[in-house]
């Protein structure tokens, strides 16, 4: 603090002594800014004069530039003030050459022989006017002829050189001019030495007054650092003995050597010594202050302060832990200033190459290459904690790729190259295949299968690739191939069916001839990513046909069988791969889809809309106000009052408005549009509720769809405009969004306790004697009376499930809960969503990724999570092991604090209020054992942590727990 006071008090010194300066310099000269009299204004002031006083003769007239310029050996520099405008010496004398750019191009050097130049004209030409003024302008010649300049030289002038210069006047009127002239000059160049004489004296004086000051502000400053640690074991005598922390004479020693790799917690320790050289017992009551930033974000820390040992009683242990590689800036401070080498700068390099963080760029689930031509695939290698990391050779960890030929299961091993690029940090490996045909590939490294290391490759001939470049060449939709349909609505046909296969950039399409003039379609499949090709083998009664599956995931998969088939996969393939922007990684396909949407209504202006909604009322009135918007309205950019408030909308009243209204619409317990399966769960995920009031009709789903449809466009744009749905959809829900077939998998998320208790028992136990159908019963929820039977098959409830048809019945089960009983919702959501956003687009993502799209990865709070857990267990002992859980937790990216979640809640998402909302609280216990793996119970939402000889021991065993004990992050 006393040193922040002695900044801000030189600071005050410093600027009071520039402006001295200033006013010593400007008084030196002000004799000359007065005489010469507005130098900028001479120019008028001569014209005025020459106009009207005959006997003014200006010794130089306006064509004299070049004269004057040459006798000053400034001839070389006609030209360049030609080309800046300057014509004659008035014009040079007030040329600013600063301000032309033909003049940057000069040296110092000739830059300073120019404005010499112009001062000297400028000297001259107050001479003139100095003389003008007085009637002696005739003599100007006579004195150029002494070397008289200007008016500093003209002061120099003695009485025996007055009386050579004006010998011809014979009057002496000019002499008795000019003496007098010269002494109202002088007697005005000592007023202003006396006025400079003044400005010294005052200058003095306050340069003892601040050394004063200083003193004194020293001394209050020490007052004021006693007085900021109250609790302090120093006495306020001791800071006159040096008996105080001393930031300059501390010192730290750190307990690594470099180079050192992320994935560990640091320890060092700051030693603090008196101003007399002695160690300082240090305490928590010392404002000792320890600050750690990466990248500008702070980096949480532990202190620990003395010892019990007596020689250790001076030392402060800081430990930190790293998961990012690169620059941390660590600064040390006591009293607020800066211990002697603070702040320090340490980095730390990124981890081991790891393989389920390693992954493909520009990932395609089919890879097209040809016969005997090496195919590049570009590898991104990353450590555990996801940073960049180089690739290094290593005998026992390599990378490696299994490649099966499908159907035949025979290995094969193409030729392999690898390249590293040092400055990308990323890894290319060639492969050439010497045998057409289709293959399965695994790219693993140290035997570890990479993050989306699995894939097809497509091998074509030089013919069949020819023909699958003129397939994506043509403008045309002809694109047709023959084909036998094996088996279709899980049925397999006693006689193959003879059908053709049609290929658009848009869709695939099976249609069956009759007469070979009719044709009647059969199946049409989306060129999108939930569109999958399965490869089967081959066909022998059909002279070696290739065999593939194709499947949607909202139909029953059909097998076809024929000659073309890679033809017939790598041509959709490419269509697919050009429709998602050449990649299948998530990210890839967001950045193609905010292009895409940008690229879609580019031509409709982002504008402000400004409107009026009612808080208190916010679905209601924000409809009534956007019901008759077009699809141009929607696309502006919303600028949002609420009634009765005052405030300017720069983006927070809008960011607002988009989160009240999407918990009015999508929590359950506001509009009731959407429900939980179970309703006490405040956890649940949100499914369109077809038990809904009357007065909830189906314009608010398509209104709702617009507002999801809304932030997608907004997120497009980027930057501030980004919006995310404040919603946790039913995977269920989502995949409806995008087309795909609801099955009975997705009673696991949406529904757990149905799956639980129903689904789970059906799947894995035998059916014969449960007496199940076809049906399903709906009770009324309040009363628990049967209001119906509903079918799920036509006479349904007099079918018995049995054990070979049980996963059917499930399939329907969910198809009916899930699907069919909240059509016109879905549907009515879908229509307001596609006003914005195009089917064929949403299409890209699976159900998953639809989510992150939509709603992005859940957003943690260190301080919310603080605030909101419970604490079992008061020992000393496990203080410290909690104390050690928050620096750890609070260098978590997202990803590991959702495994942290999963382990410990068995959900990685938190609810919409966060951890407040958490039911039970998150609760953070001790346990029992010693130096073993924490371990957690889900059903408590409690995380149970043992002791341990150190927080290294401690992170690596919560590290181990939170993701060897859960499954399902790839896709995050």
């Not at 000019?178 to 202003?192: I, M, N, P, Q, T």
């Not at 302090?232 to 001791?238: G, I, N, Q």
């Not at 399966?677 to 509720?689: E, I, K, M, R």
Request: net charge neutral; hydrophobic share 35%.
């Amino acid at each position: 603090m006393a040193d922040g006071y002695k900044r801000q008090f030189l600071l005050m010194v410093l600027c009071t002594s520039l402006w001295l300066e200033q006013m010593l310099v400007e008084s030196y000269d002000g004799h000359q800014r007065d005489d010469g009299q507005q130098q900028g204004q001479y120019s008028n002031h001569y014209h005025h004069n020459h106009n009207h006083h005959n006997d003014y003769h200006h010794p130089y007239d306006g064509s004299d530039l070049s004269v004057w310029l040459e006798k000053h050996r400034l001839a070389e520099y006609t030209d360049l003030l030609s080309s800046a405008g300057v014509s004659s010496l008035d014009q040079f004398a007030t040329f600013d050459e600063k301000k032309h750019k033909s003049f940057q191009v000069l040296s110092t050097l000739e830059l300073g022989k120019i404005r010499r130049a112009i001062n000297l004209l400028q000297g001259e030409k107050q001479l003139q006017e100095w003389l003008h003024t007085r009637g002696l302008l005739n003599y100007f010649s006579s004195l150029k002829a002494l070397s008289v300049e200007n008016l500093t030289h003209l002061n120099q002038l003695t009485d025996e050189h007055l009386r050579m210069i004006t010998q011809h006047d014979r009057s002496q009127k000019d002499y008795l001019t000019f003496k007098k002239a010269l002494a109202d000059l002088r007697s005005k160049e000592k007023k202003e030495l006396g006025s400079i004489y003044r400005y010294w004296v005052v200058f003095v004086w306050l340069m003892f007054s601040a050394i004063v000051g200083l003193a004194m502000m020293s001394l209050y400053g020490t007052v004021t650092w006693f007085q900021t640690t109250p609790n302090s074991k120093t006495r306020f005598l001791d800071f006159f003995i040096g008996k105080y922390p001393a930031p300059q004479s501390c010192r730290v020693i750190w307990d690594w050597t470099e180079p050192q790799f992320v994935g560990k917690t640091m320890t060092f320790t700051v030693k603090f010594y008196q101003k007399n050289g002695k160690p300082y017992p240090v305490s928590n009551y010392d404002n000792i202050v320890v600050e750690i930033l990466h990248l500008g974000a702070k980096v949480t820390t532990t202190i620990d302060f003395g010892s019990e040992e007596p020689e250790k009683s001076n030392e402060a242990r800081v430990s930190f832990t790293v998961h990012r590689s690169g620059e941390y800036l660590i600064s040390v401070l006591v009293g607020f200033m800066h211990i002697k080498g603070s702040p320090f700068k340490k980095s730390f390099q990124p981890g081991a190459i790891d393989a389920t963080k390693t992954k493909f760029m520009n990932y395609s689930s089919t890879v097209v290459c040809t016969v005997g031509t090496s195919h590049p695939l570009t590898i991104e290698t990353r450590d555990m904690f996801g940073n960049l990391t180089p690739y290094k050779a290593d005998h026992q960890n390599y990378f490696k790729i299994r490649v099966r030929e499908t159907g035949t299961n025979c290995r094969h091993n193409p030729v392999t190259q690898i390249f590293y690029d040092t400055t990308s940090k990323r890894l290319t490996m060639h492969i050439c295949m010497e045998k057409g045909g289709s293959f399965q590939a695994v790219v693993t490294y140290g035997d570890v299968k990479l993050k989306n290391g699995e894939f097809n490759i497509l091998v074509l001939n030089l013919n069949d690739t020819s023909r699958v470049k003129k397939n994506l060449a043509k403008r045309s939709h002809d694109i047709w191939y023959e084909a036998r349909l094996l088996s279709c609505n899980h049925e397999r046909l006693e006689k193959p069916k003879k059908l053709y296969v049609y290929m658009s950039p848009k869709q695939l399409t099976l249609k069956e001839y009759y007469f070979f003039l009719f044709s009647k379609k059969l199946f049409t499949f989306r060129v999108c990513p939930s569109t999958k090709f399965y490869f089967n083998g081959f066909v022998n009664q059909y002279d070696n046909e290739p065999v593939f599956t194709i499947d949607d995931g909202s139909q029953p998969p059909v097998v076809l069988a024929a000659k073309e088939r890679n033809i017939i996969a790598a041509t959709f393939t490419s269509f697919l791969l050009k429709n998602i922007g050449g990649s299948e990684t998530f990210q890839d396909k967001q950045n193609f889809f905010n292009h895409e949407i940008r690229q879609l209504h580019h031509k409709r202006a982002h504008d402000r809309l400004q409107f009026t909604t009612n808080r208190h009322s916010i679905l209601q009135s924000s409809y009534k106000v956007t019901k008759n918007f077009d699809v141009s309205d929607w696309c502006r950019n919303f600028e949002i009052t609420f009634f009765g408030e005052e405030g300017l909308d720069w983006g927070g009243l809008r960011r607002e408005w988009f989160e009240i209204l999407c918990t009015e619409l999508f929590d359950p317990n506001a509009s009731g549009l959407f429900k939980r399966f179970a309703a006490d769960d405040s956890q649940g995920l949100v499914h369109p509720n077809n038990k809904r009031l009357l007065t909830q009709k189906p314009k608010y789903y398509e209104f709702a769809g617009k507002i999801v449809a809304k932030c997608l466009y907004e997120s497009s744009l980027g930057g501030t405009y980004k919006q995310l749905v404040k919603a946790k959809f039913s995977r269920s829900f989502l995949a409806q969004l995008i087309g795909l077939r609801v099955n009975y998998k997705y009673f696991e998320t949406d529904d757990p306790e149905l799956y639980k208790t129903k689904i789970l028992y059906i799947e894995e136990n035998d059916v014969s004697d449960m007496e199940l159908t076809f049906s399903e019963e709906e009770y009324n929820e309040e009363t628990g009376q049967l209001i119906r039977v509903v079918d799920l098959i036509p006479n349904g409830s007099k079918t018995l499930v049995t054990n070979k048809n049980k996963l059917w019945y499930l399939d329907l089960l969910a198809e009916h809960r899930l699907s069919a009983s909240v059509k016109e919702e879905v549907d009515s959501f879908l229509r307001g969503l596609n006003e914005l956003i195009p089917d064929n687009l949403l299409s890209i993502f699976d159900e998953n990724e639809l989510e992150l799209l939509m709603c992005g990865t859940g957003n943690y709070s260190i301080t919310d999570f603080r605030q909101h857990h419970s604490v079992c267990g008061t020992s000393p002992a496990f203080g410290k092991v909690l104390d050690w859980f928050w620096t750890i937790v609070a260098s978590f990216t997202e990803e590991q604090m959702a495994r942290l979640l999963q382990f410990t809640t068995g959900c990685s998402q938190l609810p919409p209020g966060g951890f407040s909302e958490l039911n039970p609280k998150f609760q953070i216990t001790a346990a029992p054992t010693f130096n073993t793996l924490p371990t957690a119970h889900t059903c408590f939402n409690q995380l149970c942590l043992p002791d341990y000889d150190s927080i290294d021991k401690f992170h690596k065993a919560l590290m181990i727990a939170i993701n060897e004990g859960n499954q399902g992050f790839g896709m995050v």
